[in-house]
């Protein structure tokens, strides 16, 4: 196993032959933890991805040297992931995650550059010629669908909504908003996110908030400017207060003691300072299943536990039960769309470029079916 991140001083390719592919997965596993990493040293969605790509080749080939993995071993894998089911554009994706490890290999000398000058030359699978399957585009979502999810959803998650229907702002940089992060010396603010999708190309992300979107905003607002405005523990916490308050029958001491004793013996993860995108996307989903019922016999029952619903539903109406959910169920990256079309319809492409922070317009029109004063000008009409 190799004891470091790169190759020692002085090592050359030819005194790596017998390198195994595990080994270099390794290698390349620790240089990922540190490189995968945003400013405030948290790691990036990248490198969840890079572990599962890892995982694919470690259990395939990794007991094989290194140096010998091909393109048809690379394509082998692939068609794992076809098979799996995942969507034409992941697999393209893994399969360019891959090809980067043995990159960073050849320019370590852990393996010859041939190595991945071969697996270069492996095209990606192309829409139209793969069994692999499409991803639907993203659209925008109707105003009258939104707002009838809304009263589902805790003031937390509705605010992150409504953040996002009046700057267009993408789902993790509504999660991540702090006042310490917005300048609010002008009649129209701005927002610097200090992380965000381009940041390692070195692009700077501002996104100008309106009036409309400053008032919400202000209601969140803390003693300490460095705090999330957008509380994922503080939401847990109103909402066992509302449970609490709302409780028909009285809380005795053996129902306290049999209480406590559940949660030490299953404790659960606490809540994080502030929603992610995944948790905020969760939270979206459930509110649709709430605000859209199944109808019988695929819905819940009055006083029927989940546990007890799943376990009534045959497999047949298991999936028509999901396929009734996935068409009225929506996801926070639609509303993005949303804004941009509706801004592109009012003000122009040129405005919707600037305020959903494009730097090619041709991208601003695949959202929508550069300078600071035009995104300010708009957003104090929109936002």
């Known amino acids: 196993m190799l004891e470091q991140e790169v190759a020692p001083k002085g090592a050359t390719v030819a005194g790596r032959d017998g390198l195994l592919l595990v080994e270099l ?19 990036t969605s990248e490198l969840a991805e890079v572990k599962l790509v890892i995982r694919a080749l470690r259990e395939t080939y990794g007991q094989e040297p290194a140096k010998d993995f091909g393109p048809l071993k690379l394509k082998a894998v692939r ?12 697999v393209n994706r893994r399969t360019n995650i891959a090809r980067r490890i043995f ?23 192309q829409k139209g010629r793969t069994t692999a399957r499409e991803t639907e585009p993203i659209t925008p979502v109707d105003d009258a669908t939104v707002d009838a999810t809304l009263p589902h959803l805790n003031r937390f998650v509705r605010a992150m909504i409504e953040v996002q229907r009046l700057t267009g702002c993408r789902p993790g940089e509504a999660c991540a908003l702090r006042q310490c992060g917005i300048d609010e010396s002008g009649a129209v603010w701005f927002y610097w996110p200090r992380q965000h999708k ?11 908030i309106g009036p409309k979107c400053q008032a919400l905003l202000e209601e969140f607002f803390t003693d300490d400017p460095s705090d999330f405005l957008f509380s994922a523990a503080l939401a847990v916490e109103e909402a066992h207060a509302a449970r609490t308050t709302n409780r028909k029958t009285p809380r005795f001491p053996s129902h306290m003691e049999r209480s406590a004793k559940k949660r030490t013996r299953r404790p659960k993860r606490p809540p994080a300072a502030c929603y992610t995108y995944h948790s905020y996307g969760r939270a979206v989903a459930r509110a649709c299943d709430r605000a859209f019922p199944a109808p019988a016999p695929l819905g819940q029952r009055a006083g029927e536990t989940a546990a007890a619903w799943k376990a009534r539903l045959t497999p047949g109406e298991k999936e028509q039960l999901k396929q009734w959910q996935d068409a009225r169920r929506w996801a926070p990256n639609q509303l993005r769309h949303t804004f941009a079309t509706m801004v592109r319809k009012e003000h122009g492409l040129e405005a919707a470029q600037v305020l959903l922070g494009h730097s090619k317009a041709d991208v601003t029109q695949i959202y929508a079916e550069k300078n600071q004063s035009l995104a300010a000008a708009v957003a104090a009409k929109v936002g």
């Open 79 to 90: 068609q794992g992931w076809v098979i799996a089911k995942l969507s034409r554009k992941e």
């Open 25 to 43: 997965l390794d290698a390349y596993h620790t240089h990922a933890e540190r490189h995968y990493r945003t400013p405030d040293g948290k790691p």
């Open 103 to 125: 990159k960073w290999a050849a320019a370590e000398e852990l393996v010859p550059a041939a190595t991945f000058t071969a697996l270069a030359t492996l095209a990606g699978l």
């Open 198 to 208: 381009t940041a390692h190309k070195d692009k700077t992300r501002v996104i100008a």
